[in-house]
């Protein structure tokens, strides 16, 4: 059987701080012997656009820091816009200040590397390295498998000539290359191949009421409903999937498991003949 790693559980595997990584560590360790882990070419690419592309911003902003406190002033004024980009500052940020304390407390001496980590030069290289090897540990740790035809030519973020983080994702409607271009996108052959369940995946989707972001089910449930009249590509908006991770994620993983941190995906993997198994929601 395969498991695979749905972004949440992607993000907690290769991004967070020891003890939250451990967590889920010990769920893939407690999985049947024999379960493949593998993640999406689907999955790589919702990783890159959101968290990655939500901590690259922060480590381009934390430029404008000159002192720890103002990073933290930073986390908190994004904190309060409540999008998904301040609990993502927020946790990166936490994790920071947790390994800084344990760097502490395992010196047997006086860490020298503390009071440095104090400093916001020092967060955004940790920061940065985080980005940059996260990323490789994403692609390398498991195989990366493509059941729905998402493109496989992404770039790797990196560093431009003024230290700050670019990451040329080519999603821009219209021009060469971009997301959905027919020569590089599969989304509607998988789609159409599977019409049936992403219909009733969509109803679910709409009846759910366990996320309550403002809009959030309707973008859900308008991305799978471009997708199943989709005609052909020239009439296909490829970013909107971008909407549909959770019914393309369970269609991807079929009658085998999702390991993700969201319940939503219980009640969705059931109409694949799937299952789903929950990561620690650890903080």
């Known amino acids: 059987m395969k498991a695979w790693l749905e972004t949440s559980a992607l993000v907690t595997l290769h991004f967070r701080c020891r003890r939250v990584r451990a967590g889920c560590g010990e ?5 049947p012997v024999g379960t493949e882990v593998v993640v999406s070419r689907y999955v790589v690419f919702e990783l890159a656009r959101g968290f990655l592309a939500c901590l690259g911003r922060f480590h381009n902003e934390s430029y404008a820091c000159g002192q720890w406190h103002e990073v933290r002033n930073i986390v908190k004024a994004r904190n309060r816009d409540h999008t998904y980009e301040g609990p993502t500052w927020r946790d990166a940020l936490d994790d920071m200040e947790e390994t800084l304390a344990l760097d502490a407390s395992e010196s047997e001496s006086e860490n020298p590397w503390q009071a440095a980590g104090r400093k916001p030069a020092f967060f955004r290289a940790r920061l940065r390295y985080l ?14 498998l493509n059941p729905c035809g998402c ?24 021009n060469p290359g971009h997301c959905g271009a027919a020569d590089n996108c599969g989304v509607l052959a998988f789609v159409k191949d599977h019409a049936v369940v992403f219909a009733a995946i969509r109803e679910k989707l709409t009846a759910s009421k366990a996320k309550a972001k403002k809009g959030e ?25 971008h909407h549909c991770g959770d019914a393309m994620i369970c269609m991807e993983a079929g009658q085998g498991m ?20 929950r990561v620690p929601h650890q903080v």
């Open 131 to 144: 980005i940059l090897a996260g990323w490789r540990q994403s692609l390398d740790s498991h195989e990366v």
């Open 217 to 241: 089910r309707e973008r859900r449930a308008e991305g799978i409903a471009h997708l199943l009249k989709g005609e052909s590509a020239r009439t296909f908006e490829g970013v909107r999937c």
């Open 27 to 31: 769920v893939l360790a407690g999985l």
């Open 258 to 277: 999702v390991v993700t941190k969201d319940k939503d995906y219980k009640g969705l993997a059931k109409l694949t003949g799937g299952i789903s198994v």
């Open 151 to 174: 493109r496989a030519d992404l770039p790797s973020p990196r560093e431009n000539g003024e230290g700050r983080l670019t990451h040329d994702l080519p999603m821009t409607f219209g």
